[in-house]
């Protein structure tokens, strides 16, 4: 298994057969401690394998998920993710925001600034011929919030073992939010075999699909978001190439 301590929000590392999390910056330390609310009582509802933390002096920590990122697809993988985000966005979304996840209105208001700050920063910055249809985009990903959501699902955050799924890793960021903003990545861009098989075990209608992909294609702003943020010139560069590639 491979540790790659390349976090946003947070530094990890092992210790034995547990893996320790300390947050990068303070604002992150409270969502951090939620993920000990939240992940015991969200567990034993999951047909995966899902991490659950414990308070330490500098953060939480949880027992080692055994797996290597999802690379390579296949549909069988496709029907366990299927089942997997069928159970989670079936949870009790009230009970959720109770256990410490975070709630509609402060998801949606924080997306809201997110999404102005773009407007002002990054949108100046593209090809004058793609800021119509930039600017539609954003307008189009502020409203569904139904169901708690991973909310940060990719391959680095789902780990397989033995051609199984092994592990989903890294709630920092659930919320009440978008389905299709999970299903983003599996269906644009997951490995061969993945979507064939979610189709099986998830209901994949034309509107969450169209949502989806309006997810996906807003994914690389967040790099150049953050790139303008900590003065990352290379990922505000590398963003706006894919935000052109995506539009």
Do not use: K
């Amino acid at each position: 298994m491979t540790i790659t301590d390349n976090g946003w929000d947070s530094h990890a590392w092992l210790d034995g057969d547990w893996l320790n999390r300390e947050p990068r910056r303070e604002e992150v330390r409270p969502r951090l401690l939620a993920e000990t609310r939240l992940m015991p009582w969200l567990a034993p509802q999951l047909p995966v394998p899902v991490p659950v933390p414990e308070p330490t002096e500098y953060g939480v920590r949880h027992r080692v998920l055994i797996g290597e990122p999802l690379e390579v697809g296949s549909t069988a993988l496709g029907r366990e993710l299927g089942e997997f985000l069928r159970a989670l966005h079936a949870v009790d979304a009230a009970e959720a925001v109770a256990r410490g996840a975070v709630d509609a209105e402060t998801a949606a208001a924080d997306n809201s600034l997110f999404l102005d700050e773009c407007r002002a920063q990054v949108i100046p910055l593209l090809p004058e011929g793609l800021r119509r249809t930039a600017i539609e985009l954003l307008a189009r990903v502020a409203s569904t919030r139904t169901a708690l959501v991973h909310a940060d699902l990719g391959s680095e955050h789902v780990l397989v073992r033995d051609g199984r799924i092994g592990g989903v890793i890294d709630w920092t960021d659930a919320e009440i939010g978008d389905p299709a903003l999970d299903l983003s990545w599996l269906l644009n861009d997951a490995p061969a075999g993945i979507v064939t098989g979610l189709a099986e075990t998830y209901e994949i209608t034309p509107v969450l699909r169209q949502r989806a992909l309006d997810w996906h294609r807003l994914a690389p702003w967040y790099r150049v978001h953050r790139g303008l943020l900590i003065n990352l010139p290379a990922d505000v560069e590398s963003g706006l190439a894919e935000i052109s590639d995506r539009l």
